[in-house]
């Protein structure tokens, strides 16, 4: 069982800046991706950027050259730098991973409770 506990949420202007954080725990799993989504009132949920184990990464094209997603030293933690904000950025953030059962290595997803960023004069 993986859980996923987001934080760094907040209000910003636009053109500010936030950092996001991610951090797994629990036991018996292997992440293979991790990364964040996000929900507007649309209720539809998009990719935002994510990062696979080797570090490749994969961004939306509405944030490429503006966020950054990146692994740190704890195994399983990931941060969103999130640069040059703008209204239409504004959403909850979801960290959502991928990961291997070792006691199956059957891949499972798993999604956390989400963080709000609001960007507003």
């Known amino acids: 069982q993986v859980q996923l506990v987001e934080s760094g949420g907040g209000l910003v202007q636009p053109g500010g800046s936030l950092r996001l954080s991610c951090a797994a725990s629990g036991s018996g799993f292997r992440i293979y991706v991790i990364g964040w989504y996000r929900q507007t009132t649309s209720n539809e949920r998009e990719l935002v950027a994510n990062?696979?184990?080797?570090?490749?990464?994969n961004y939306a094209r509405s944030v490429l050259g503006r966020f950054t997603i990146s692994r740190g030293y704890a195994k399983n933690t990931v941060y969103l730098q999130m640069d040059s904000l703008r209204p239409e950025d504004t959403a909850v953030y979801y960290c959502?991973?991928?990961?291997?059962?070792?006691?199956?290595?059957?891949?499972?997803?798993?999604w956390g409770q989400g963080t709000q960023v609001t960007v507003s004069s």
């Open positions: 959502s991973a991928g990961a291997q059962d070792t006691t199956t290595w059957r891949a499972k997803d798993y």
């Open positions: 990062i696979t184990a080797d570090d490749t990464t």
